[in-house]
């Protein structure tokens, strides 16, 4: 579930990612009473989405940003499907105002908008992902962007690793995979297991005591100490 102004009238709207992980519906908060309510199209139906194919129930998120220079915000549903390898995820990009009414479309609807490769691409082991958390970076300075980014953190229990990768999305809302970082490299090769991920500027500082504006990661996770002991760790990458 994520929140975003997907129709424009400077209101957030909600977006909800049904337990079939296949169908993505809207809904609208009534100012006065806060009652919840889906969104209506034109035929007084309820708005949804259908997504070509239904994500694994391992994970799979709906990240809600301005990922084009637009004034309302479009969304992003990521995750496994059956056709993905054990280390791909795919990526679908509905655009929800593109005309100015709410209107939500699904790119491409007649496959995955795009797939994207975690871990090396010949990784030595097959990574089982058993969940993805997906975030929209905020616009402030990383390091200087018009768009929001996407943020993804992967988890792989069956090795205890994950991944936080960083992408954004050209004119032609094609997704350009930017960073990746292995978490288990990040804490001297230990297993590490993800749970979440935020993204902020967390009051950072230069070396001099002078504010940094750039923004950064937040990783709250478990870390393999030895001896069958893990202590939870939040970092800052």
């Known amino acids: 579930i994520v929140t975003g102004d997907f ?33 209506m199209d034109k035929n007084s139906r309820p708005i949804t989405i259908s997504l070509p194919t ?18 309302n915000a479009d969304l992003v549903a990521v995750g496994q499907t059956s056709s993905n390898a054990s280390n791909q995820d795919t990526i679908y990009y509905i655009q929800t105002s593109p005309s100015g009414a709410f209107s939500p479309s ?3 609807p007649n496959g995955p908008f795009q797939t994207f490769t975690f871990n090396p691409p010949t990784p030595i082991f097959k990574p089982v992902q058993s969940n993805i958390i997906a975030k929209a970076a905020p616009i402030v300075s990383w390091p200087v962007q018009t768009n929001q980014q996407l943020v993804m953190g992967i988890a792989d229990d069956s090795q205890g690793d994950g991944w936080i990768e960083i992408g954004s999305f050209d004119t032609s809302f094609n997704f350009k995979q930017l960073s990746e970082t ?50 939870p760790q939040i970092t800052i990458l």
């Open 182 to 231: 292995d978490l288990a490299s990040s804490f001297n090769n230990e297993p590490t297991d993800l749970y979440s991920i935020e993204v902020g500027n967390f009051d950072r500082q230069n070396g001099d005591g002078t504010r940094n504006p750039g923004m950064a990661v937040q990783v709250y996770s478990n870390e393999y100490v030895g001896g069958g002991n893990w202590i």
């Open 106 to 108: 699904l790119l491409n």
């Open 54 to 71: 239904s994500f694994k129930t391992s994970g799979a998120m709906l990240a809600a940003g301005r990922f084009q220079n637009t004034l």
């Open 7 to 39: 129709n424009g009238d400077g209101k957030d709207e909600i977006a909800v990612l049904l337990n079939d992980y296949q169908t993505v519906a809207f809904y609208e908060v009534d100012p006065t009473t806060l009652t919840i309510q889906p969104m």
